[in-house]
């Protein structure tokens, strides 16, 4: 049951994401808590399957199973005992190009004479400045450029859950309804934080909420 604690922590650093999202250093520093939290969260899910007859063999299925879980195991080692986690802020400024000018269009016959003058657009154009609202700002891990940080961080905890979750259904984790108290403390206290619609790949907009109803219910 000590993953529960990290999922916690892991959870709470998703939030601290979201309401820094463009923020620097402070996304960064919450990403590499982030890391540390849920890959604790795996590795004493990891500790107690080992003690069921198939529990790793169930457990190494799952790393396999979606290719962003190996690559936060290899993110937090890194972080931990290499270098830092690099994250590049991307910014996206909408153009608003405007005409400019205008031309004129003669026609003549073959001796020189004007049958038809009219002015036309340009094709030359201006850029507006941009609005300061619609300026978009995301983080992103290099070695992932198709999804932002936020989104794919997401994701990750996500799958962690079904990991648990599964784990429950098959017995390799005990149903207890011991830490039933713990666990609404550590997630029904959590401000409700609403992502951007576009720091979750298009999808509808999500809440850090989304972990305490399915946790509890899997007690």
Known sequence: MRELQKIGEANYFLGRMTEESHAYPGFPYNVSAFLTASRSALQYM??????????QQWYEGWIKSDPALPFFRDKRDINIHEEPIRTNLHITIPATLVPRGSLSSRHTDKDGNIIDERELDSPETEQLPAEPGSIKGAFFFDDWPSQDCLALCTHYLKLIQKIRTDGIAKGFYP?????????????????????????????????????????????
């Open 46 to 55: 990891l500790k107690e399957a080992e003690q069921k007859t198939g529990g």
């Open 175 to 219: 149903r207890s309804r011991a830490f039933l108290k713990f666990a609404g403390a550590v997630f029904l206290h959590l401000e409700r934080v609403t992502w951007p619609a576009h720091l979750v790949s298009g999808a509808q907009p999500q809440s850090a909420f989304y972990l305490a109803s399915p946790l509890v219910d899997n007690f």
